[in-house]
């Protein structure tokens, strides 16, 4: 019994082998769709789950989300003040990436602007304006208020602070990019040097932007901040845990969403993470259809091969088997090779659209290889249709 | 005989067609949906980032240096300059008017305020120095060219909650930002004398209907009708900055450079273009005495994250097409497979290679055109089922797409069968026809 078991197996084994050998051209057809099958949907499962990763981070480009003000004052900005220790108190990671944020400090100074440095130069006019004490922990302040440089240079001058220039309060008093600035606050002098000129496009063009000691020296109020703004990534869920998080942390300060930007970008990353995954569906369906007619199709013709085998006495279950064991076989080794090729596939296009390769998950890989392989079998169950085949009719090349 | 061929080989292998045809017809579907998606995308999310607010602020030009920290200005009253009113419905007749799909006039006063509770009895005393913002809600502008267009604060602004509603144009009624109305108790249904200066006499007072959370310095201010805030600040037909929501295309180098550097082709080009930066120049050219300036944290976010997100989605689209273009070649190679008897046959009755491969050809390209038009048909509709559901409106079918997908279904199914045809081409009818 264990014999013919053995004998059974073997038998099984070597038709197998031969099916696959008997036509290499068939062969590489069929690897060839189940591998492009298995290409995109390796491919656009790794992508998918890392573009919205990865959007939440390009939001960021839209500026600070968060802001943290005195308690119980919004308008009077000037009056109130909370510490600057807090900005480095706060977390400054959010799920891996790190979190832009920069403190702010207001006051209405009045400055004398003159074309640049050096003793003889023009006096250009004088009146009030705001000036912003700015500190920020990022690679770039331009995450916390995006701006645009329109004038800069890089002319340092020792023991000279540098200032830089809002749009239009530049524009007021001609001054350029190495124009020079007195500032005055009640009895407070300053001066600095500007080196940028740049657009904002909202209340900033009307500031002048210098460093936070100077505006506290002026305005007399060492270590002291008016407000904190943060640049939080991560999907609207996570910002507004990061919030709850913080206002229980500080309970001397509010903590708010600048809902402009959070409702905005939560609106939007949901329209666009529901486009990418409804694309991605349809393509995986589609494709996984379009390659189990294809296979259907290659199956079809194994007509004669059935008719042999139910002649010399095959049960149908038997040869059933026979091709299921083939097709799940092929499935394997065209989603092995073609998940493979997907998951690099998936890293250049992350690199071409983020700049930055995605990182390949690996649960992709075995969810890529099982989906193809299940298409496979799928596409062999026609051959149930052969059942009622009768080999004799095959033989006379009826059917 | 050429054509009964043909048609026979449909008749009477009507399942290995239908196979082959619905292998080209799901792969074609592929295509169909994700390039009418990707066509389409581009626009409804341009839309959607108008979410994020206003893009362009309009200021006159000789006003003088706002002294404003956290949304207060702290110039004297009468300070700065005012622009015509009369002049908004200029907007809409500058090259890209359909681009503009909202804008709001903003005066803004302080003015003292007197709350009064629904029953009419006063409650507190008056409050100086409240900010009042007066805008359109919801404003019928008449264009030049007899139409109207319908716009105010609530487009430009789409992420202002109203908690009520909000009023209505030149009506005796407002609506109270939510840190003021809780200072000061007040409630829908609730009104409120505004007045300047002289507070000796009560004026008429302004009914609340609805309370607005803004999250920004509006929470601490009365929001009134335009008109209102005019008589309120004796500015008629007044304003001092008007926000501007336009439908822009991401800013490429090209835009980023200065205009007085363009040749004259170049500038056309620029000026035909809906770039941030032209519409703005436009603008400036109508409203005379502006200073149109581009609000960068929402115009450079915008541009940047609608690039990478077309882009994605051209990458999915390739990937797609790529795949489905696999996968129905491996169709139709197979079906050319199959059919190694009956070109011996048909070199044995003295057929040349060229006519097989001409018939096999035809055959294929036949169930292309058919395959291609049903997919496009299936792409139709799930891109319509993709676009319905996230933007609410669904692609329009474009003839750009059906004629790259029928000659993509042509190609890709001529490929396909190639090599096989060309491998049937040099079989030798004899072993064949025995059976080898």
Redesign the interface.
């Known amino acids: 019994m264990a014999d013919r078991r053995a004998t059974n197996r073997a038998m099984f084994w070597r038709i197998i082998r031969r099916l696959f050998g008997a ?1 290499p ?2 062969l590489f ?2 690897l ?2 189940l ?3 298995a ?2 949907t390796a ?2 499962l790794n ?1 998918q789950v890392d ?1 919205k990763r990865r ?1 939440t981070t ?2 960021r ?3 600070a989300n968060i802001m943290i003000t005195p308690r119980g004052s ?5 009056s109130a003040t909370i510490p600057e220790s807090l900005l480095d108190r706060l977390p400054t990671q959010e799920g891996n990436v790190p979190v832009s944020r920069a403190a702010f400090l ?1 006051a ?1 100074a009045h400055i004398t602007a003159y074309s640049d440095e050096g003793t003889n130069a023009a006096r250009l006019g004088s ?4 000036i912003t004490g700015y500190r920020y922990v990022s690679e770039d302040f331009g995450r916390i ?4 440089v329109l004038e800069g240079s890089n002319i340092v001058i020792l023991d000279t602070d540098t200032c830089e220039m809002g ?3 530049a524009a ?1 008093y001609h001054l350029h990019a190495a124009g020079a600035l007195e500032l005055k606050v009640g009895r407070t002098e300053d001066s600095c040097v500007v080196s940028e000129v740049r ?5 900033e ?2 500031q002048i932007f210098v460093s936070m000691e100077q505006a506290q020296r002026l305005a007399g109020i060492p270590h002291q901040v ?2 904190i703004q943060l640049s939080v990534p991560g999907t609207p869920v996570q910002i507004k845990h990061y919030i709850e998080t913080l206002q229980r942390e500080f309970l001397n300060v509010e903590v ?10 939560a ?2 990353y949901n ?2 993470s ?3 995954t ?3 569906a ?2 995986l369906l ?2 996984g ?3 189990m ?2 296979m ?3 199956a ?2 194994r007509k004669i091969d059935v008719g042999l085998m139910k002649a010399i006495g095959g049960s149908m279950r038997r040869v059933l088997r026979l091709f299921l064991a083939e097709a799940a076989l092929l499935g394997l080794a065209g989603g092995i090779m073609g998940a493979a090729v997907g998951i690099f ?1 998936s890293i250049g ?1 992350g690199k ?3 700049g930055v390769a995605a990182r390949p998950r690996l649960i992709v890989y075995p969810v890529a290889v099982a989906l193809t392989v299940i298409v496979a079998i799928l596409s062999a169950f026609p051959l149930r249709r052969l059942a009622s085949i009768r080999p004799a009719s095959v033989f006379r090349g009826e059917a | 005989m050429f054509l009964r061929i043909v048609a026979d080989s449909f008749g009477r292998r009507p399942r290995h067609k239908l196979l082959t045809g619905a292998a080209l017809a799901l792969g074609m579907g592929v295509v169909t949906a994700a390039l009418s998606v990707s066509l389409d995308v581009g626009d409804r999310l341009a839309k959607e980032f108008r979410s994020l607010g206003a893009n362009l602020v309009v200021t006159p030009q000789a006003d003088s240096l706002p002294l404003e920290i956290g949304g207060v200005d702290y110039r004297p009253v009468n300070a700065g300059a005012y622009l015509p009113e009369a002049d908004l419905p200029k907007l809409k007749t500058i090259f890209w008017h359909n681009n503009i799909i909202a804008f709001a006039p903003i005066l803004e006063v302080r003015a003292e305020a007197l709350p009064f509770s629904r029953e009419g009895g006063r409650f507190g005393n008056w409050t100086g120095g409240v900010p009042i913002v007066g805008t359109w809600a919801d404003h019928a502008v008449p264009l030049p060219d007899g139409g109207e267009f319908q716009t105010g604060v609530a487009r430009t602004n789409p992420w202002w909650q109203i908690d009520g509603g909000w009023f209505s144009d030149g009506a005796m009624e407002c609506v109270v930002g939510v840190a003021f109305a809780k200072k000061n108790h007040i409630n829908v249904g609730d009104s409120i004398s505004l007045a300047i200066g002289d507070v000796t006499k009560t004026p008429a007072p302004l009914k609340v209907m609805g309370i607005l959370n803004s999250g920004g310095p509006e929470d601490e201010s009365i929001v009134i009708p335009l008109s209102r805030a005019q008589s309120l600040a004796s500015r008629p037909g007044q304003y001092r900055k008007l926000y501007i929501s336009a439908l822009t295309k991401p800013e490429d180098a090209f835009a980023k450079r200065d205009p007085k550097t363009f040749t004259p082709a170049e500038y056309d080009r620029w000026f035909c273009t809906p770039y941030i930066s032209s519409i703005a120049f436009q603008i400036q050219q109508e409203l005379p005495g502006t200073d149109v300036r581009v609000i960068r944290r929402v115009a450079e976010g915008e541009g940047q994250i609608l690039t990478r997100v077309r882009m994605l989605l051209w990458l999915v689209t390739g990937a797609a097409l790529l795949a489905a273009a696999l996968a129905v070649g491996a169709s139709s190679a197979a079906s050319v497979i199959e059919r190694r008897s009956e070109i011996g046959l048909m070199k044995a009755l003295g057929a040349g290679s060229g006519t097989v491969g001409f018939l096999l050809a035809a055959e294929q390209l036949l169930l292309a055109f058919v395959g291609g038009g049903v997919g496009y048909a299936i792409g139709i509709v799930l891109a319509r089922l993709v676009g319905g559901r996230i933007f609410g409106a669904a692609p329009e079918p474009s003839l750009i797409v059906f004629l790259v997908v029928i000659a993509l279904a042509a190609g890709v199914t001529i490929l396909g069968s190639a090599i096989p045809l060309h491998r049937a081409s040099q079989y030798e009818p004899a072993p064949i026809l025995r059976g080898e």
């Open positions: 036509n051209g068939r057809v069929m060839l769709a591998g492009a099958g290409a995109v491919a656009l992508l573009a959007l390009e939001f480009s839209l500026g919004d308008r009077a900005l000037e207001y209405v009146g009030p304006a705001v208020i995006p701006y645009r749009q239009r309060v007021l657009s904002f496009g909202g209340t063009d009307n008016s407000m708010r969403p600048i809902r402009q930007f959070t409702e905005g970008e609106k939007i329209r666009i529901g486009l990418l409804a694309t991605v349809i393509v589609l494709t259809l379009c390659v007619a294809a259907t199709n290659v079809m013709e596939l296009l071409a659209v983020f």
